[in-house]
């Protein structure tokens, strides 16, 4: 029975599963956390690893193993395998104005033909996050630095390199032995998937010069082995990784509902969304995964809970005690900005009152509502760049609730799966070294219910609940028509 291990170096923890090949059960798992903080020393990612790995019973009987990581994180060497100085993480929000910057350059002034620019040439329109920006940030802020950089990496690259046995002081000929996959690069700003190559030009005019990059692996290649012969894979971006532990598909939409909320899906061909919304990332299987971002999701349904004095399981239950539609209550649930649609200084609204329809069950329904409708203004952006919904696959600490897969099946009005519980972002990290070790992927059995669409009667269909919010967003945001 070969044994393969995923593992998932998140913003939070760093996660190891070690899972049978074959049938991916699982088999043995570890944890550590990684200290808080948008701006973090890669040794505490590699500490966390070892401990982690540790209370997974090691990788010595492990016949390969991969790495999802934190996409973006700016992880940068000098000549000797020495951190230039602390990472630079895809939350650190410093590096804003750089990425306007960067748009404004690329159109002559005009930030609308920048913004062409830069989703045809990497499917992306710069923004805080991306590793470009934060490279133009260290040589206009920290020019010394700068200067020493020798090569720059993603945290997943960073701690595949590590495992392979390079590190501190291996030397400037370890850097070449940096490597990554296509859908973590693809989230950098100065690489083309469509082109698979790195983008010298973008590298000039952030970094000031053009460091040594990592190799870009196909997904079933492998470029390194531990120093006790387990084959290290390409591993991937953690929403990459994700896909590929929910089994998905081309046709098939992923819904996370965490603090914040992401859609994506499996693509043929990249996006190249000039408005910024959808990101033209690539997956882990040698397609594309446009994405999109919502900064409110269960956070939401948290507040409402407390407002209401009951919990989430509560709040899902005063939710289908009311109809589709809430009796005409409407949550706009920009409590924190928004930025699909692109509202940054916007903020939450009800609307609809009147002294019939303000009832706990009605607010505890609009509230699951509003965040389901922005998450479909997001399906709307992939939709528009030519993704075709067959599926909705509902992952996240916020799909375990009944009332939510309910509310999303009849809003989207699509059949939705919803896989068990699970660290989804190493189990796609354990199925690529699966891929890795038997030279194809092998779709494990995934362990999901389905929720179909709502068949009893309403007093509003669910596609009146989408359009009435649509209105109301419109109307509360002129910007929008």
Request: hydrophobic share 40%.
């Amino acid at each position: 029975m070969p044994l393969v291990a995923g593992i998932d170096s998140s913003t939070q923890s760093c996660k190891v599963l070690v899972k049978d090949a074959i049938t991916g059960r699982l088999v043995r798992h570890g944890k550590a956390s990684h200290p808080s903080g948008s701006e973090i020393h890669p040794e505490h990612w590699w500490s966390a690893f070892q401990e982690a790995t540790a209370a997974a019973g090691g990788l010595d009987d492990v016949a390969a193993v991969s790495i999802a990581g934190q996409q973006h994180g700016m992880v940068c060497l000098d000549s000797s395998g020495d951190v230039v100085r602390p990472a630079l993480l895809w939350d650190d929000t410093r590096t804003a104005n750089d990425a306007r910057e960067l748009i404004l350059e690329a159109g002559d002034g005009d930030f609308e033909a920048g913004a062409h620019h830069w989703a045809r040439t990497t499917g992306t329109v710069p923004v805080a996050s991306l590793t470009a920006t934060k490279l133009r940030w260290l040589a206009r802020h920290e020019p010394e630095n700068a200067r020493r950089v020798a090569a720059v990496c993603l945290p997943h690259d960073w701690l595949s390199w590590r495992l392979a046995g390079y590190g501190p002081g291996s030397g400037p000929r370890s850097l070449e032995k940096l490597y990554t996959d296509r859908s973590d690069a693809s989230g950098t700003g100065y690489f083309s998937a469509s082109r698979g190559a790195y983008l010298a030009d973008v590298l000039e005019r952030t970094l000031g010069h053009v460091p040594s990059l990592p190799t870009v692996l196909a997904p079933l290649e492998f470029m390194g082995e531990t120093p006790a012969g387990t084959l290290i894979g390409p591993g991937a971006g953690d929403n990459a990784a994700a896909a590929l532990g929910v089994n998905a598909a081309v046709g098939d939409v992923v819904i996370s509902l965490g603090t914040s909320g992401t859609v994506f899906a499996v693509s043929e061909v990249q996006a190249a969304d000039a408005s910024g919304l959808v990101a033209g990332f690539a997956d882990a299987t040698g397609k594309y995964l446009p994405l999109v971002c919502t900064l409110n999701a269960t956070t939401v349904f948290d507040v409402t809970a407390q407002l209401l004095g009951t919990d989430l399981p509560g709040l899902g239950e005063l939710a289908l005690s009311a109809p589709a539609g809430s009796h005409g209550l409407t949550l706009i649930p920009y409590f924190e900005g928004e930025r699909t649609p692109n509202l940054p200084d916007a903020t939450a609204s009800l609307h609809g009152m009147t002294l019939g329809n303000y009832t706990p069950a009605n607010l505890a329904r609009a509230s699951i509502e509003a965040i389901i409708c922005s998450l479909a203004d997001g399906l709307a952006a992939l939709e528009a760049q030519g993704v075709t919904a067959r599926k909705i696959i509902l992952v996240g600490g916020g799909a375990k609730s009944p009332a939510v897969q309910q509310i999303t099946a009849d809003v989207l009005g699509l059949s939705v799966i919803v896989p068990a519980l699970s660290e989804y972002v190493a189990d796609g990290a354990a199925r690529q070294a699966a891929a890795v070790l038997r030279r194809q992927f092998i779709e494990w059995p995934l362990d999901a219910k389905q929720v179909m669409l709502s068949t009893c009667g309403t007093v509003q269909t669910p596609s009146n609940v989408l359009a009435r919010y649509r209105e109301q967003t419109k109307a509360s945001y002129p910007s929008l028509r």
